[in-house]
């Protein structure tokens, strides 16, 4: 998939489309929503995946039932067997990318495993599964997110070969200040059982981590041309937010959203722009603005709920990641296989929907949205909002 050979194939591809003038012009990077054309995109890696050490912020991320397996596995690869299946989902799905007409890239192969210690902590790594959580293109820039988790602190080494290559042909690369991640960064007693706390704590915008330094997760921003949007979370604290909305500038509108959602982490199973003026959003968490985008005209479609069984475990996710699809266009949606009333709702919305499984590699939290970063889109930076 990431031979050079075929990649310059399928780019010259996509080229003969575009007019000389286009094409001169061209830059690798270039995405300012969700759901125009797509036409280069990164899909994360399973390969070498490893259980992030049983840390408070991982603790306060993760659900109760799956504590034992953290405890056991914190620090180790994940289950070998569930991981070759998830490896073979994923090459089976940059497949049906590269069928639809896209570019796929991946990141290097990085031994997670590998013991690491920076003057304020020690861990271990955890993978390259979720460029979302880790890389967002805004225009021709694409930004490295200060994330807050500890095993996710080397994770942006696996994706330098391919952002030097952008960045040699032309796009703007941006690291994020890199959180220290000591101690101060975590309410190390934050309340880990009661959900009612948590309820309260949110309301109060008070999360895992505190205010000590800006964080970050990508997956925590939606883009909708001129306006993006963005949600405190676990991950995510208000400096990271106000780190962003700073380095934008006034070309952008950075709107913060709250959610009845006592543990938010990423927006995109919550809240998923899938094209001009259209959402749809998690009925679980309802949005405490829903009227701004009544106000501007927009539709938002409530998700079916999931009917994901329980065989194959969810370890760092909800079942919710049945609304986290892949718009290739407005009218093609790369979505869950499984998921019958989510793929119905799409086709009442007119989209043609483009099946996948992607079943075991979703147990790594993430499903077709948080799985990839769109690189380019064809399209041009417009306000919807
Ligand atoms: N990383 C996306 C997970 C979102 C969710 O569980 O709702």
Known sequence: ICSAVSVA?????????????????????????????????IVGRAENACVPEFTTEVKANTYEKYWPFYQKYGGKPFPKKHIQKAVEEVEEMCSILQQEGVVVRRPDVVEWEKAFETPDFKSRGMYAAMPRDILIVIGNEIIEAPMAWRSRFFEYRAYRSLIKEYFTEGAKWTAAPKPLMSDELYDMNYPMHSVQDRHELAKKGQFVTTEFEPCFDAADFIRAGRDIFVQRSQVTNLMGIKWMERHLG????????????????????????????LVVANPDRPCNEMHLFKKAGWTVVEAPTPTRSDDLPLWMSSKWLSMNVLMLDEERVMCDKNEIPTMKMFEELGITTIPVDIQHANSLGGAFHCWTTDVRRRGELKSYF
């Open 9 to 41: 194939t399928r780019r010259q591809h996509v080229a003969t489309q575009m007019s000389a003038q286009e094409e001169k012009t061209k830059i690798p990077v270039s995405s300012h929503n969700e759901w125009d054309l797509l036409e280069e995109v």
């Open 250 to 277: 006034p070309e952008y509108n950075l709107h913060q959203l709250t959610f009845k959602d006592p543990n938010p982490m990423h927006i995109d199973a919550t809240f998923n722009i899938i094209g001009p003026g």
